[in-house]
Each structure stands twice: as structure tokens, then as C-alpha cells.
């Protein structure tokens, strides 16, 4: 083809629209799962919490970080992962359509081509889809309290569901019987039937339920042993370190100061 030629119907190109992002701001991409809560029970996923569904949302998560420009922090909990990339980003000249379509095609290839790292021996039975967003945060109080949202919302269904699932595995309640129970408690209330009914402290409960999942990027050395040929044709084993960086996962609180403390080159100015 030669592409310096147009043709005629080269205009319609001109009803694209601009959809760049506002420069300077932290460009945020979250994805859901479409439909999950019926995929998880045709996958059987275990309640609340199926670590292998965790695990795999977190390995696709992975992959979009280590394939895709730019990203400086991803959040996930149950059916969702937030990406964070950085407000100097030049990705896709900021066009939203792009990194929106490239995280949400890299996370869902990944979350099929690694299905069976996870599931084993439970077969996947349709191809799951996920929806994507984007949303733009211009300040770094607006980003933190964006990520403080999400993990307090893992809390708060984390909760929730301990509780409920409690009711019906161990309670032997119906799962309406448990709705009805939980119906208008506060925190309080649940952490006391936790407590009473079930010998649960919640706090005890696995990191990974309560704070989901915060991947960032850690540097790291690598020493490589590298066959050299010098110019006298003869050859030499050099030892080289490079800083290499790779993806670390942690269930920590990023509500609080601390974590944003001991990772100060996360936000920007
Ligand atoms: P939508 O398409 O609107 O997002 P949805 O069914 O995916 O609908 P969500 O609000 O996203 O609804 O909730 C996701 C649901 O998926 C949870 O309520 C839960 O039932 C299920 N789920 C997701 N991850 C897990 C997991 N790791 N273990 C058990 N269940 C899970
Ligand atoms: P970008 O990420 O910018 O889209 P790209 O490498 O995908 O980069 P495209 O302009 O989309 O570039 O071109 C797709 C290329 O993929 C084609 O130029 C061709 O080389 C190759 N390709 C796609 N489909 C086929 C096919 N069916 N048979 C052979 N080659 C193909
Ligand atoms: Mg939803
Ligand atoms: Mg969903
Ligand atoms: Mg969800
Ligand atoms: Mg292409």
C-alpha cells in the first residue's frame, strides 16, 4: 500500500473526536468485571473470597503494568483494578480512547491466557469481559483519596460479606434470612457477631480480603554472568548488575500517611 496516498474518503477521519486528557493530571483507568457476580457462581468461585479469582486479577493486573507505558500504581479488590498512570504521561498523546482500550484488552487477554495458572483444573466456560473508565485527578490529595475510596470500599464489602457468609456456612441461615439479619447494623454490629457468633476478629482476618491489592514498581539489582568476545577473538565471562524493576505486590492500608511515606517517588509535584 502506499501510504501517501488519499483517497477521497479520507474526511471522515475528521469526525474523530479529541478526547485527550487534561495535561498534568494523574490519569486514572478502572476496570470492572462485567456480570462477575453470575461468573463467579459458574466458575464457583468460593465465598467471599476466592484467593485463585484474587490471584489472577492481580497477575493480569501485572501484566498490563509491565506491558503498557507509564503506570506508577494499580489498585484492586474484587471484581476491579484501578490503574494510576503518571500526570507527565505522553502515552497515546493522553488520548483517553487508547489507554482506556489498551489497559482493558491487555487485563482481559491476560486474565484468559492465565486462567489455568490459577484455576487448574476448573475450566473456563465463556470469555469474561470487563468495562473500563477513565477519570482524571488533578491534585494528589484529589489521587490519594480516589485510591482511599476504593480500599474503603473493599472494607466495607469485605465486611459485609464475612459476616454474611458467616451467617450461611456456619449460621446455617439462608442467604435471605442473613440479608435480613445484616439489615440497617453498623461496622460495630457486624464486628460484634463476628466476634460473638463466629470467634472471628475481623482484624485477624487475611490482609488480602480486608486491604486488596496495591502493586507498584520496585527496583531491584540483577547480576547476570555475560560471555564477552574481546578483539583478540578470545572470550571472557564479565559479571554485569543492572537495576532492574519489577512489579511488588502488597495488602497494605494506603489510607493513612505511612505507606505514602515510605514510597515518596509514587506522586509527583
Ligand atoms: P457489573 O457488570 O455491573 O459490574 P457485577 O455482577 O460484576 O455487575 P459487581 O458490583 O462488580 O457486580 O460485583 C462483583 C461480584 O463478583 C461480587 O459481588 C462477587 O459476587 C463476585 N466476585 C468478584 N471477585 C470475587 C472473588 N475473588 N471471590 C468471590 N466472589 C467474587
Ligand atoms: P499500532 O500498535 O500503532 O497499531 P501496528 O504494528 O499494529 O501498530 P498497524 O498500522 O495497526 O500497526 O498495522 C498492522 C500490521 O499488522 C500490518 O501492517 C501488518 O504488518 C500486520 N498484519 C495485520 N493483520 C495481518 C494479516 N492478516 N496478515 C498479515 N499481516 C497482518
Ligand atoms: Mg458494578
Ligand atoms: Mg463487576
Ligand atoms: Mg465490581
Ligand atoms: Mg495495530
Not at 79 to 89: L, N
Not at 197 to 209: A, G, K, M, T, V
Request: with cysteine; proline share 3%.
Amino acid at each position: 500500500t502506499n501510504n501517501m496516498a488519499k483517497s477521497k474518503f479520507e474526511y471522515v477521519r475528521n469526525f474523530e473526536t479529541d478526547d485527550t486528557c487534561l495535561r498534568n493530571c494523574y490519569i486514572v483507568v478502572r476496570l470492572d468485571g462485567r456480570n462477575f457476580h453470575k461468573f463467579s457462581e459458574q466458575h464457583s468461585f468460593t465465598k467471599p473470597n476466592d484467593n485463585r479469582a484474587l490471584g489472577l486479577m492481580a497477575r493480569s493486573a501485572q501484566s498490563v503494568m509491565e506491558e503498557l507505558e507509564d503506570i506508577v500504581i494499580a489498585y484492586g479488590q474484587s471484581d476491579e483494578f484501578s490503574f494510576v498512570f503518571k500526570r507527565t504521561s505522553n502515552w497515546f498523546k493522553r488520548r483517553a480512547s487508547k489507554l482506556m482500550t489498551h489497559v482493558a484488552s491487555q487485563f482481559s487477554s491476560s486474565y484468559v491466557f492465565y486462567w489455568k495458572e490459577f484455576f487448574e483444573e476448573q475450566p473456563l466456560h465463556y470469555p469474561p469481559g470487563f468495562d473500563g473508565r477513565v477519570v482524571l485527578y488533578p491534585t494528589n490529595r484529589n489521587l490519594r483519596d480516589y485510591l482511599s475510596w476504593r480500599q474503603a470500599d473493599c472494607h466495607i464489602n469485605n465486611l459485609y460479606n464475612t459476616v454474611f457468609w458467616s451467617l450461611v456456612q456456619k449460621g446455617g441461615l439462608t442467604t435471605t434470612q442473613a440479608e435480613d439479619r445484616l439489615k440497617g447494623t453498623l461496622a460495630a454490629d457486624k464486628n460484634e457477631i463476628l466476634f460473638s457468633e463466629f470467634d472471628i476478629n475481623y482484624n485477624n482476618e487475611s490482609p488480602l480480603h480486608r486491604k486488596g491489592t496495591i502493586l507498584i514498581w520496585k527496583k531491584h539489582e540483577e547480576t547476570v554472568t555475560r560471555r564477552m568476545k574481546l578483539p583478540n577473538a578470545e572470550e571472557k565471562e564479565v559479571v554485569v548488575t543492572r537495576i532492574k524493576r519489577g512489579v511488588e505486590s502488597l495488602h497494605c492500608d494506603i489510607i493513612g500517611e505511612q505507606f505514602w511515606e515510605e514510597h515518596p517517588d509514587i506522586l509527583e509535584d
